[in-house]
C-alpha cells in the first residue's frame, strides 16, 4: 500500500514542474516558481486535510 502523502508529494513536483516550465522562461526563475508551487502545493493539502480530519464521514 502507498501513502497518500508520497502520492501527494508527486503529483504536486510534476504540476509545478509543468506549472513553471510553461510560465518563465529563465532557468532560476523556473527552479524558483516550481519550489514555490510544490511547497504552497504540499502546505496547503496539509492544512487542509488537518481542517478536515474532524469532520465525520
Known amino acids: 500500500m ?12 510534476f504540476v509545478s514542474l509543468v506549472f513553471a516550465v510553461l510560465t518563465k522562461d529563465d532557468a532560476r526563475e ?3 516558481l516550481g519550489a514555490m508551487l510544490f511547497g504552497g502545493f504540499i502546505v496547503a ?5 488537518w481542517l478536515m480530519y474532524p469532520i465525520p464521514l
Open 45 to 49: 493539502a496539509l492544512i487542509l486535510g
Open 2 to 13: 502507498q501513502s497518500h502523502i508520497l502520492l501527494l508529494a508527486i503529483f504536486a513536483f
Open 30 to 32: 523556473q527552479l524558483r
